[in-house]
C-alpha cells in the first residue's frame, strides 16, 4: 500500500507476557503495521491467535487513512467475532493528501459498514503538522465529528499538543454521543474536564513511561465506566518493553500496571474495560 504508514526502525518482538484470567479487548491498535500483510492473511490469524493466548481475544482495529481504512474493513469482514474497525483520515494525513475531499468520501462510505463501529482516529495534531495546515486538519476533524453523528457512532480522537483546541472544537460543534480520548495524553485536569463531560479517556503504554507522571495522576481519577485500555500497537510499548514492536499482545503489561496505580484488581479492571468496550462498539460477533 504506498500510503501505509510505517514503523521509523525495525524492532525486535517485546516478550509476550502472562496471560490474563478475564478476556479483554485491545481498543485501539494498527494490525496491518504489525503483520504488514494482507488483511485476510494468516499473519493476522496468527497475531490474534497470539492475543487470544494471553487473553486479548477482541481488537479494533483503527483507521488513519483511505486506503489502510478499506484494509481494516476488510479485516474486520475475515475476523467475525475477533476484529472490528474504525475508519478516518488521521489529522496529520487529511492535510497532506492529494484530494481531501475524495478521500473524505470514501471514509462515509467505509462508514456505513456494519462492521465499522467508530470514526477515527481523527482530531488535531499540533506536533507534528505545521501551523500553515492546521485550518485544514481543523475542517477534517469538524467532517469526522459531523459524521460520527451522522453515522451514530463512536468518534475516535487523536491529540497531541491540541489540548485546548481540541476540547474547545468538541463545545463549539457538539460531540458525539460516544467521544473517546485515544492514548490519553492530557493531565488530571483535562481528565477531569473531559469525565465532567462524559468522555472515554483510553490509555496505552505510555501510561507506564518513567516521564509520564502526570498520566498516572489522571487515570486514577477515571470512573470505571468511562475507562478504556490500548496498545496503539506497534508504537508505543509498555515498560519494561519500551522501544520494542508492540502488539495486541501486551494488553496484559498495561492494564497490570494501571490496576496497580488504582488499586484495584486486575479482574475487576478488565471487566470493565470490556464491558465499557462493548458498549462503546458493540458486539464483536
Not at 475508519?87 to 492529494?98: D, F, S, T, Y
Not at 456494519?114 to 501551523?131: C, K, M, N, Q, Y
Not at 468522555?199 to 513511561?209: E, I, K
Request: include cysteine.
Amino acid at each position: 500500500m504506498a500510503d501505509r504508514h510505517t514503523l521509523d526502525k525495525e524492532r525486535a518482538d517485546a516478550p509476550t507476557p502472562a496471560a490474563l484470567t478475564r478476556r479483554c479487548i485491545d481498543a485501539h491498535a494498527h494490525m496491518e503495521l504489525v503483520t504488514e500483510s494482507e488483511p485476510d492473511s494468516k499473519a493476522v490469524a496468527d497475531l490474534l491467535e497470539l492475543c487470544a493466548s494471553v487473553g486479548v481475544d477482541r481488537v479494533m482495529q483503527i483507521g488513519y487513512s483511505a486506503e489502510q481504512s478499506v484494509w481494516g474493513v476488510k479485516c474486520a469482514e475475515s475476523f467475525p467475532g475477533k476484529v472490528l474497525a474504525a475508519v478516518a483520515l488521521h489529522p496529520n494525513e487529511a492535510p497532506i493528501v492529494a484530494d481531501l475531499e475524495a478521500d473524505l468520501r470514501i471514509i462515509e462510505e467505509l462508514a456505513k459498514h456494519p462492521r465499522v463501529r467508530a470514526i477515527g482516529e481523527t482530531g488535531l495534531d499540533f506536533f507534528r503538522t505545521e501551523s500553515a495546515l492546521q485550518d485544514k486538519q481543523l475542517y477534517s476533524f469538524k467532517r469526522h465529528i459531523a459524521l460520527a453523528k451522522e453515522v451514530n457512532k463512536a468518534l475516535v480522537i487523536h491529540d497531541r499538543d491540541a489540548h485546548r483546541a481540541v476540547l474547545d472544537t468538541l463545545f463549539e460543534v457538539g460531540a458525539p454521543a460516544t467521544t473517546i480520548f485515544h492514548c490519553y495524553s492530557g493531565d488530571a485536569q483535562m481528565a477531569a474536564e473531559c469525565i465532567e463531560a462524559g468522555y472515554v479517556l483510553s490509555f496505552a503504554g505510555t501510561v507506564t513511561f518513567k516521564n509520564a507522571p502526570s498520566l498516572r495522576d489522571a487515570v486514577k481519577l477515571v470512573p470505571p465506566h468511562l475507562l478504556l485500555v490500548e496498545t496503539d500497537s506497534p508504537f508505543l510499548a509498555p515498560m519494561p518493553h519500551r522501544g520494542l514492536l508492540n502488539t495486541p499482545a501486551q494488553i496484559p503489561n498495561i492494564i497490570r500496571f494501571i490496576a496497580d496505580v488504582r488499586d484495584e484488581s486486575v479482574d475487576y479492571l478488565c471487566d470493565a474495560v470490556t464491558e465499557n468496550a462493548l458498549r462503546v462498539f458493540g458486539s464483536f460477533d
